[in-house]
């Protein structure tokens, strides 16, 4: 069974400051993984896709990068903003798995402040 | 653009009773799906579908009944709603395997 997991929990950082965010996961044979965006009360909105033969993904101030081998995927944001406060959560395809059959972290809490 | 519309937004239910979360989506995307996401659990997935027609279990499936007449369509229906069924329920549809999912704005069921 995949499982995934985000460090930390939550996160507090000032404005200004870059933001990393980790996700791994322990089955490395996956098809790709999505980091999504989660406001209070919302649904999700998906930031990055990478397949798993790409290295990274970038878009805007957000990239993404993906090491299979070692089962990890990191998501950057340069130069937060408050607007970015929100929860982070990558999701992981398993190449044995349907398409529908994404497992998710628990998430990231993120906390930018002025 | 629509996108995925879930209704209702909130819901309040007996135990016992019975309702239909709704999902529409207008992109004409094959693929769609049911997640419900718990405190500390993360998203599961309980059923998804590849095409009008064609449904399949997913993760956490009992309790919950699907079918996909059209594509745009995708109800999941409670049978005998639980108090552990209270949670936020997603549905998510996408174009294809490879490709991005979006996700309604999620209905919040409370069963009493």
């Known amino acids: 069974k995949q499982e995934v997991t985000q460090i930390p929990a939550a996160l507090s950082v000032p404005e200004g400051e870059n933001l990393v965010l980790n996700c791994s996961f322990t089955?490395?044979?996956?098809?790709?993984l999505q980091w999504f965006r989660q406001d209070p009360g919302k649904g999700l909105t998906s930031l990055l896709l990478?397949?798993?033969?790409?290295r990274e993904q970038t878009s805007g101030r957000l990239n993404a990068s993906l090491d299979k081998s070692s089962g990890r995927s990191t998501l950057y944001i340069a130069a937060s903003q408050p607007g970015d406060s929100a929860t982070y959560l990558c999701?992981?395809?398993?190449?044995?798995?349907?398409?529908?059959?994404?497992?998710f972290g628990a998430g990231t809490q993120v906390v930018v402040t002025p | 653009n629509a996108g995925v519309t879930q209704t209702p937004k909130f819901q309040v239910l007996k135990t016992g009773q019975s309702m239909t979360l709704q999902c529409a989506q207008d992109?004409?995307?094959?693929?769609m799906s049911w997640y419900r996401q718990d405190p500390g659990m993360g998203l599961r997935l309980i059923h998804y579908?590849?095409?009008?027609?064609?449904?399949d279990q997913g993760e956490v499936p009992n309790g919950y009944n699907v079918s996909r007449s059209t594509t745009e369509d995708f109800p999941l229906r409670l049978l005998s709603a639980a108090p552990s069924q209270t949670s936020v329920y997603f549905c998510?549809?996408?174009?294809?395997?490879?490709?991005?999912?979006?996700f309604g704005e999620g209905s919040w069921l409370t069963v009493v």
């Open positions: 999701a992981v395809r398993r190449t044995t798995d349907s398409w529908g059959k994404l497992q």
């Open positions: 990478i397949q798993s033969s790409q």
């Open positions: 089955d490395s044979a996956i098809y790709n």
């Open positions: 998510a549809s996408t174009r294809g395997q490879g490709n991005t999912i979006y």
């Open positions: 992109m004409n995307h094959e693929y």
């Open positions: 579908s590849v095409g009008a027609g064609i449904t």
